[in-house]
């Protein structure tokens, strides 16, 4: 096992482009007068310009976005002092860590001094290079002056993560365990096990978030550092007791916390039963904690354990603060990181602990449920609501503490700005869930006895976005909603086949066959019907019994859109319904259609599905710009798919010329609009950004879509139908949770459009 280990990791660094990091171009480079600009002779102007005021290198240069690791590799993980070189691919990995969670850049510098004045010199020579320094595996106690000269000389952001990044993060951990046991931070008793960079910085910051100095004992590998010792130095001696223990095992007897930096094996399960009612072990040795989570856990029922490892609960992991106390303090330029920073993180962090966990996070730690309690006291590195929570805390501290020169005036934009730098831009759709927070619906849930249907419609009751109505077996959903922590008290739950409801499908039944007896439909065959679920709901919205119905994760597209069409019915005047998916990039918001219904549309259908498709677009806010695609662009191919979408086009153009689209054309053209001038300036959407895209059939949509899905590229919400008479809307199959509250946001604004339509009718008689 350990000798696979050690191929996976060397086969990962070395295949492929050695290393974790690579440099790319952010600016046009294709042409002769890019490459002019970017260098010889345009690039003269900027450099004049920093020449006269420096700060405007932040204005033409990559500085206020990058950042230098940088280390000596004298006390690298739990490697120790392999030398410079030899700690590279971690500085690498540091600036991987920088870049896919806070956006940041990265160069990676590896110094080969140990003497700490000349490794100062190093770093303030090269400084002017970068927006801020994080200063990584160098030992103590050459650690602290080499931070602390540098944040004298020096006015961008610094910070030895070893020390700071462990200090906020654990602080977090300790202040929500310290609420989970109901024990005030000024009244509990510290130990800390190790005396290192780490141990004294987590020190002083738990004493800056309030605990008593007199409550804080720190030993090191000789014992309790005590006034009785004469080997300390100048760092250990401000944590020197008095109290009467000088062994670990005597200075944890009754202690609430213990927080341990040092190495595995020195915790024994006698240790922790020897604590406090309710203590809280921070075993944060690297690799193997100091005492194995397994024999810390069977030690005692009330104990609140964390680690710094992935594959327990509650990890403590610097990578929860450094980029986004780097991306807050970059994007405020300020000149440094202050206490008041590292303070407004650590409690960002926790309050992040507190809040309800989303499904993308669920989902990447294979659990079911995750809420703030013992097993659960500080996020997940993975959660991506960390940037817009943490670097908005830090950039305000800097402000507050007079330490920004760029303060930010709009913090909502702000947001913005970090969910896009991360491709987390999704604008629309919290949009709508607040349209949809003003005026819920009533929404039939068709599998009410699937777990992700279960989930997303708690959370859609706890936010306001609809009134949940259930179809399931009331056995079968207890059950789930046991075993998977779901709060859904009160909820109303249909049980279509039990006895009571024989009335209401009698009554279906009869409309059901009013509306389709001369389709040779009977009573007997529409009361079979009442007992599916997607025909008994869909009768509900029907009747007005509800507003809007969901269905489809595990309900085969044909089974649904049935009685859909059965019930409900087209909108007047279409021959046809199609699908739209909404796509989000990090390029902006697109439409996608159809990606649902029509295999092999014809020229009407595809005029029909581009009427539609201009209708909905208009209802998420947004002006329609589309393009009808194909596999070639105006008239270079006569027969065929590009035919029959020229036709189309010349139809809408004629009949509909409100209708901003063009085509047929190939995606490139439809994306770019440069390359659309210069070869096609005659085109109807000429110097206009498409943003819908009408697709030539069903095969190219999905694909499109999907693949920009699996790669990473997007995100996307639908297929949200366009064609029905009512607010129903099928999912696909095994649809995430995330998935079925969008749809269900949209299907509540769209019972309210056909709300205001009904209004609009009766003031219009």
């Not at 020229?646 to 994306?671: K, S, T, Y």
């Not at 069903?698 to 999907?706: D, G, M, P, R």
Request: contains cysteine; aromatic residues 6%.
């Amino acid at each position: 096992m350990e000798n696979s280990k050690r191929a996976d990791a060397l086969n990962y660094h070395k295949n492929g482009r050695p290393g974790k990091i690579q440099v790319v171009p952010t600016k046009p480079h294709s042409t002769q007068r890019d490459l002019s600009l970017a260098y010889s002779p345009g690039v003269a102007i900027p450099c004049l310009e920093i020449q006269k005021n420096l700060q405007d290198a932040y204005e033409y240069t990559a500085k206020g976005n990058l950042v230098a690791v940088i280390s000596n590799g004298t006390a690298v993980l739990g490697l120790g002092d392999i030398g410079a070189l030899a700690g590279k691919p971690v500085m690498e990995g540091k600036g991987l860590l920088f870049k896919i969670f806070a956006d940041i850049d990265v160069f990676d510098i590896e110094v080969n001094e140990k003497d700490p004045e000349k490794f100062v010199e190093v770093v303030k020579a090269i400084a002017c290079t970068f927006g801020g320094i994080n200063l990584e595996d160098i030992k103590a106690p050459e650690c602290f002056y080499i931070e602390e000269k540098l944040k004298e000389v020096l006015d961008i952001p610094i910070m030895h993560d070893d020390q700071h990044g462990t200090a906020i993060i654990s602080g977090a951990a300790l202040i929500n365990s310290l609420e989970l046991v109901k024990k005030k931070i000024d009244q509990v008793r510290i130990v800390v096990n190790g005396a290192g960079a780490a141990a004294i910085a987590c020190a002083n910051l738990y004493i800056k978030l309030g605990a008593d100095p007199k409550n804080v004992v720190m030993a090191d590998s000789k014992g309790v550092i005590s006034l009785r010792r004469n080997d300390l130095n100048s760092r250990k001696i401000p944590f020197a007791t008095s109290l009467p223990c000088n062994t670990l095992a005597e200075a944890i007897k009754d202690a609430d916390v213990f927080l341990g930096l040092s190495v595995e094996g020195v915790l024994s399960q006698e240790m922790v039963r020897s604590m406090a009612p309710n203590p809280i072990v921070f075993a944060l040795a690297n690799p193997n904690p100091e005492i194995p989570y397994e024999e810390a856990m069977a030690s005692r029922e009330d104990l609140i354990f964390a680690t710094g490892r992935s594959d327990h609960p509650n990890q403590v992991n610097n990578v929860l603060g450094f980029p986004y106390i780097f991306r807050g303090a970059l994007d405020v330029r300020s000149t440094g990181i202050n206490e008041e920073m590292k303070v407004a993180a650590v409690h960002a962090i926790a309050q992040l602990a507190k809040a309800a966990v989303p499904e993308v996070v669920t989902s990447a730690y294979d659990t079911k449920h995750l809420s703030f309690g013992r097993q659960y006291i500080i996020p997940k590195p993975l959660d991506p609501r960390l940037l817009i929570t943490v670097a908005p805390a830090v950039a305000k501290a800097a402000m507050e503490s007079g330490i920004a020169r760029k303060p930010i005036s709009d913090w909502d934009q702000y947001a913005e700005d970090l969910r896009q730098r991360m491709g987390l831009d999704n604008k629309l759709i919290r949009g709508l869930v607040e349209k949809a927070k003003e005026n819920p619906k009533r929404v039939v849930f068709a599998e009410g006895n699937h777990v992700n249907m279960l989930k997303a419609a708690q959370v859609a009751r706890a936010e306001g976005i609809c009134i949940p109505v259930l179809l399931g077996n009331e056995e079968r959903f207890a059950k789930i909603i046991a075993e998977n922590s779901i709060d859904l008290d009160g909820a109303e739950v249909i049980n279509i086949r039990h006895d009571r409801e024989h009335a209401r499908r009698v009554k279906y039944a009869r409309m059901l066959t009013d509306k389709r007896q001369r389709e040779g439909m009977t009573f007997n065959e529409a009361y079979e019907r009442m007992f599916d679920r997607n025909y008994f709901g869909m009768m509900m919205v029907e009747t007005g019994e509800a507003d809007a119905f969901i269905t489809g994760v595990y309900t085969k597209y044909e089974d649904a859109i049935k009685p859909a069409i059965e019930i409900g019915g087209m909108r007047e005047g279409l021959k046809h319904i199609a699908g739209i998916n909404i796509v989000t990039t990090k390029l902006g918001t697109f439409f996608f259609a159809d990606t649902m219904v029509n295999n092999h549309p014809s020229k009407e259908t595809l005029i029909d599905i581009a009427k539609l498709t201009y209708e909905t677009v208009k209802l998420f806010n947004t002006k329609p710009v589309m393009a009808m695609l194909s596999y070639s662009s105006f008239g270079e191919r006569n027969v065929g798919s590009p035919a029959m979408v020229r036709e189309a086009i010349e139809f809408l153009h004629e009949h509909h010329p409100e209708i901003l689209i063009d085509g047929e054309m190939q995606v490139n053209f439809a994306l770019d609009k440069e390359l659309r001038h210069e070869k096609y300036p005659f085109s109807k959407i000429d110097g206009m950004n498409v943003n819908t895209l009408i697709f030539p059939n069903l095969s190219s949509a999905n694909i499109s879509y999907k693949l920009m899905l699996e790669i990473g590229m997007s995100e996307t919400i639908g297929p949200i139908q366009m064609g029905l008479n009512q607010p129903i809307h099928i999912l696909n199959v095994e649809s995430s949770v995330r998935d079925i509250l969008n749809m269900v946001t949209i299907a509540v604004i769209d019972a309210q459009v056909e709300e205001q339509k009904a209004i609009a009718k009766v003031e219009l008689v």
